[in-house]
């Protein structure tokens, strides 16, 4: 049981958090959405909805594909002001090369969040 506590007129568990008040967002959410809280605050991206990080496309420096399977279809618009996409698959092991331009992409394994 949490015992209350009555402190300038208000009362208060023993943890120190008001009754009756507004809860904030972390204290209300469930599931999914904390788990996605979660993970934000622990510095980590499980939807990939932040930013991503720029990649050279060179051998050293791969951009990298995070897939749940071994092989992923990946498109790449090869110059900046070029209006097709090239489509081709990308599998899992070493880096591979866009067929049109050579820039270089890696596949890397990615775990659902749930």
Request: charged share 25%.
């Amino acid at each position: 049981p949490i015992k209350l506590i009555h402190v300038c007129g208000c009362n208060v568990t023993k943890c120190g958090k008001v009754q009756g008040g507004i809860p904030t967002d972390e204290e209300q959410a469930t599931g999914l959405e904390k788990v996605i809280m979660k993970a934000m605050k622990q510095g980590e991206d499980p939807f990939n909805m932040m930013k991503p990080k720029h990649y050279a496309g060179s051998k050293a420096d791969p951009h990298l594909v995070p897939s749940i399977t071994n092989k992923r279809i990946v498109g790449c618009v090869c110059e900046e002001d070029n209006t097709a996409v090239v489509w081709f698959w990308l599998h899992e092991g070493e880096a591979q090369r866009c067929p049109s331009c050579g820039s270089h992409y890696k596949l890397v394994p990615h775990e659902l969040p749930h």
